[in-house]
């Protein structure tokens, strides 16, 4: 699983991160994106979600996201 580590970070460079990390993954592969801002979840969220990937996410700890995005 490759880990995007994106704290402190705001849009667009966690969307740029991304987009770069999937280029290098294959069907089946996992990425967990690390985020202590709620707009990169919606960001993310909405820019992902009609390109071939399935997007979970859960706030670890409070105003702490992991989002995981599995290729297909």
Do not use: R
């Amino acid at each position: 699983m490759k880990e995007i580590n994106c704290l402190g970070e705001s849009c667009p460079i966690p969307v740029l991160k991304i987009k770069q990390t999937l280029k290098t993954m294959g069907p089946g592969d996992c990425a967990k994106v690390i985020t202590d801002h709620s707009c990169v979840l919606q960001s993310v969220l909405s820019h992902f979600k009609k390109t071939g990937v399935t997007i979970e996410h859960e706030e670890v700890m409070n105003g702490i996201w992991e989002i995981f995005i599995t290729k297909h």
